[in-house]
């Protein structure tokens, strides 16, 4: 470790013991907390300190305290012998958890704000790293992706999309839906229910696959039949028709046409559209376009899970023993919080400016390279081999970041 990065880490772990001694009672704790794992991953040495398990919730405030963890975690599991092994714990259920990333969600943004370097040549190209490096031909490379206020809007829209699934569709009450911002690059979605509690791994991938709208075929939802759903059968029959609905609300010839539609097919909707999207919940539109036969219907119905459907982490769902992020607790990536919001409230959420745990004093800073940011009220960079002077804030999450040194 060079010297400048290990006074990045000194400095970094002062802040957050600081912030942990003024703002424990900000950490959020978990229902039945002594039946939970915890793990915690060190700042210093980045190595995951797990199997950890606590009488109370402050003596779970006194050892973050004490150890200044990077980040805290907890199982979305039970289990009856937290801190055994694995296999002798004594799993007793767990919570549906679900997690929306921006890094898996394909916003064109990340072109220009995702950087990657080449681990042999020191190569630095913009994007996702190529499958080899262009001077060197390599195939090592370092990703270094960054976020940006369209990437959070973008998570933000699969996470409301998630949340209407649960509720209409799966029938869970907004009282036993907690949702949160990460802190990072996305939210997540805990479902906390007696109904849940038992389901193994092929249980939760089937309601994965519900939310992804995997597998579905549109000739069982009500595309063939002689009349079109009706908005209150709910589920994915009125979700296609949702979908379709919208997809032709902003259709032009070359984005209907892009779907496989036929020339003709594609002039027809567009003229025609206002007239068939007036009478679209009064009969069958299925049978409204002279011409369109199952094949087009059904490429407008897949582009209509891809509206409807949301882009969740299948892995993070499905694992019946996984350590989520503790709510109210720091983002070691961005020294944010990971801050709670109530289902209803997500629309007009600011996670930048929610999420911000350090509010006082300034940083001076080298600052390598910052793609444009904004936390609060504030637009910082770009930024290029310079020295800056910033709020705390900004200069955590630069530090955290690690593209910036302390000056």
């Not at 996470?159 to 839906?177: A, N, R, V, W």
């Not at 519900?210 to 589920?235: D, T």
């Not at 400016?353 to 009220?377: C, Q, W």
């Amino acid at each position: 470790m060079s010297v400048a990065v290990g006074k990045n880490v000194l400095f970094i772990q002062k802040k957050f013991s600081e912030y942990y001694r003024k703002h424990g009672d900000s950490v959020v704790a978990p229902k039945n907390l002594t039946q939970r794992e915890f793990g915690f991953l060190t700042l210093k040495e980045r190595v995951m300190v797990r199997h950890k398990g606590f009488p109370d919730f402050q003596d779970l405030i006194r050892f973050i305290q004490l150890t200044n963890p990077s980040d805290c975690y907890y199982s979305s599991a039970y289990y009856e012998r937290p801190t055994e092994d694995m296999e002798r714990k004594g799993w007793l259920g767990a919570d549906l958890c679900f997690d929306i990333d921006a890094d898996h969600i394909p916003t064109d943004c990340k072109r220009d704000h995702d950087r990657w370097t080449c681990l042999d040549c020191q190569s630095v190209g913009k994007g996702t790293s190529p499958e080899n490096c262009p001077s060197c031909g390599s195939q090592r490379f370092k990703e270094e992706p960054w976020f940006c206020e369209r990437c959070l809007e973008a998570a933000k829209g699969e996470t409301l999309k998630l949340i209407d699934i649960l509720g209409e569709d799966l029938g869970f009450s907004p009282q036993e839906i907690q949702v949160y911002f990460s802190g990072h690059r996305g939210y997540h979605v805990h479902v906390e229910s007696p109904s849940v509690k038992d389901l193994d791994q092929m249980a939760r991938k089937e309601i994965v696959d519900y939310v992804l709208g995997m597998g579905l075929k549109p000739m069982y939802h009500g595309l063939k039949g002689e009349s079109g759903p009706r908005l209150e059968e709910g589920g994915w029959r009125t979700r296609l028709m949702k979908g379709v609905y919208e997809t032709l609300l902003t259709a032009s010839d070359g984005t209907l046409a892009e779907l496989g539609l036929r020339r003709n097919i594609a002039d027809t909707l567009v003229k025609y559209k206002d007239e068939l999207l007036k009478t679209w919940w009064e009969g069958n539109p299925w049978g409204m376009v002279k011409g369109m036969g199952f094949k087009a219907w059904e490429k407008l119905c897949l582009k209509a899970v891809e509206r409807q459907s949301a882009l969740v982490d299948t892995v993070v769902t499905t694992d019946v023993h996984r350590l989520i992020r503790l709510g109210g607790t720091l983002h070691g990536k961005t020294g944010l919080s990971k801050t709670s919001v109530a289902p209803w409230g997500l629309e007009g959420f600011d996670p930048l400016k929610a999420s911000i745990a350090f509010t006082n004093g300034t940083v001076r800073l080298h600052i390598e390279y910052a793609y444009p940011f904004r936390l609060g009220d504030v637009h910082y960079g770009p930024y290029t081999d310079e020295d800056e002077e910033l709020p705390t804030a900004a200069a955590m999450l630069l530090l955290c970041k690690g593209v910036a040194t302390l000056s």
